[in-house]
């Protein structure tokens, strides 16, 4: 799409090049949302291409990504074997109502930022634990978990002008069994409920994420294996009705029966994984 209001396309080779944030200013890396409708209230790209971050570095402390890192990156990421939680990737990827030319422009990093209760790329890091490094215009960088960061439908805690810089996943949430549960009305849809599920190897421990059923990522953490009951009331005491999405893909009351469905698919099948001894 044409965005007739745009005047002038900065490509700075750093953020600190951006001294101030005025209104009108818009981060542009893929673009997908910024072109996919008109930005009425914009007059000022600043592309992050120039910015040249490495999108991909393994090592023994975990998975960076950089913020610009392409979805279609993440899906071709080959993880470690030991990295049992590693085929995560490539499910979420999937979860995308977007055609693989859409994953060749997106980033993982604009997912985020768009903050809606189906974006996958949340499923996928509020999951494994991520905590995101956020460049403000104006003051030190500051680190935020992403279940954390997501706060409602659209709604984050973004300063403006504030920029995500990359985003951590600790080795050490890689490192677990992991159960994916995902519901859509169509083969290839929105999601209206997507729980992630993942057992630690040393403990035994359980969290399980619940996505786009609720406006933003809910965790149940528990540190002894729940029974049915347990999960059922735990999930209940976590997530307030009202926090529920409602949309075209679901009423409140459907997503909420959705959860506690999948919830004991999760837990069933992760019972079975039992920690190393």
């Keep these: 799409m044409n965005l007739w209001t745009v005047k002038e396309v900065r490509r700075p080779t750093s953020a600190d090049q951006i001294t101030e944030w005025r209104d009108g200013y818009a981060w542009l ?15 000022t790209l600043i592309d992050l291409e120039d910015f040249k971050w490495k999108s991909i570095d393994a090592s023994a402390s975990g998975l960076e990504l950089a913020a610009t890192c392409k979805i279609v990156e993440i899906y071709n990421f080959k993880p470690p074997a030991e990295w049992l939680a590693g085929p995560l990737l490539r499910e979420c990827c999937d979860a995308f109502l977007a055609s693989f030319k859409i994953w060749n ?3 993982i990093g604009g997912n985020i930022c768009m903050s809606l209760p189906a974006g996958p790329m949340i499923s996928l890091t509020a999951a494994l634990e991520a905590t995101l490094t956020l460049w403000p215009r104006d003051g030190e960088p500051r680190k935020v978990r992403v279940v954390d960061f997501v706060t409602g439908n659209n709604k984050n805690v973004l300063a403006p002008g504030e920029l995500i810089r990359n985003i951590h996943i600790p080795a050490e949430a890689l490192a677990k069994h992991v159960a994916f549960r995902r519901s859509s009305l169509t083969h290839l849809g929105r999601s209206n409920v997507l729980l992630i ?12 994420t619940v996505t786009a059923a609720t406006v933003k990522p809910f965790q149940v953490k528990f540190d002894t294996y729940p029974n049915a009951t347990q999960m059922r009331h735990a999930i209940d005491a976590l997530i307030p009705d009202a926090d529920y999405h409602t949309d075209v893909h679901g009423t409140p009351h459907y997503r909420r029966h959705l959860t506690h469905y999948y919830a004991e698919q999760i837990r069933l099948e992760l019972e079975a994984k039992a920690p190393r001894a």
């Design 29 to 43: 890396a893929g673009g997908t949302w910024l072109f996919s409708e008109p930005q009425i209230h914009t007059h």
């Design 105 to 107: 422009a997106s980033t």
């Design 197 to 208: 599920g993942t057992r630690s190897t040393v403990d035994g421990s359980l969290v399980l």
